[in-house]
């Protein structure tokens, strides 16, 4: 069964450092999606991405962040100079074309930043 | 506003159990769908089951089951015969049409099933 891959599942920086989190979504699916997790809390929707562009972000998806399909079967989230509080875990998600609202997550990936 | 509220942050069981975690949602849209999502220790989010507002049949699949009710905007899921197995935190979510395709998490709800 087809399903959505992150790399790596856990990353360690340093404070203003860049990092770039990997995901590859599910082939045939239009709709991508980042969404964060910090410890112990709920899940939090960063953006969404259709068509080549961004299609939706919230308020936590500011300046330092930015998503890239760069080819086509990876789609990233770059943090341009993290920060403590951006540690947390990074899920990806995907939709197919027929149904946006059926969302696949993948594993996600750990970011601790220290 | 939150749009879903699942009002029980921990619950604790012993096995074989039944347990309900109660999810309550808050929408104008007359288009939605409701998931439930499970996730183990390891962290990954583990599907579970995706309703749209104009389906309020209640779904069986196996020891799992799901009340969704528009009357009181409430998806509650229900695990009869708690095993160890099923310790984790599960999360309900929102997705509306009118707000594009993001979803909208609750907080969660940590389940301990004892032994």
């Known amino acids: 069964e087809p399903e959505v891959t992150q790399t790596p599942s856990h990353q360690v920086t340093q404070m203003g450092q860049e990092v770039i989190l990997r995901c590859v979504p599910i082939?045939?699916?239009?709709?991508f999606y980042w969404y964060r997790q910090i410890l112990g809390q709920k899940v939090e929707f960063l953006v969404s991405?259709?068509?080549?562009?961004?299609?939706?972000k919230s308020e936590i998806f500011d300046d330092q962040f930015s998503v890239e399909r760069p080819d086509g079967s990876n789609f990233t989230l770059k943090i341009r100079s993290t920060k403590l509080e951006d540690s947390a875990m990074y899920f990806c998600?995907?939709?197919?074309?027929?149904?946006?609202?059926?969302?696949?997550f993948g594993p996600g990936t750990r970011l601790t930043v220290l | 506003a939150q749009k879903v509220t699942q009002a029980q942050t921990e619950i604790s069981v012993v096995e074989k159990e039944d347990v309900t975690l109660d999810c309550v949602y808050e929408?104008?849209?007359?288009?939605?769908?409701l998931f439930w999502y499970k996730q183990p220790p390891s962290g990954e989010l583990v599907f579970l089951i995706r309703?749209?507002?104009?389906?309020?049949q209640n779904e069986i699949s196996g020891r799992y089951s799901w009340n969704f009710q528009k009357s009181t905007s409430s998806f509650n899921f229900t695990i009869t015969a708690s095993q160890v197995v099923d310790s984790a935190v599960y999360f309900c979510?929102?997705?509306?049409?009118?707000?594009?395709?993001?979803?909208?998490f609750g907080t969660g709800t940590s389940l301990t099933v004892i032994p």
């Open positions: 309703r749209n507002s104009f389906d309020e």
């Open positions: 979510a929102l997705s509306e049409a009118w707000t594009g395709n993001q979803f909208y």
């Open positions: 998600a995907s939709s197919p074309r027929d149904s946006y609202n059926e969302q696949f």
């Open positions: 082939s045939n699916h239009l709709y």
């Open positions: 929408t104008r849209d007359t288009t939605y769908y």
């Open positions: 991405f259709y068509n080549n562009e961004i299609s939706e």
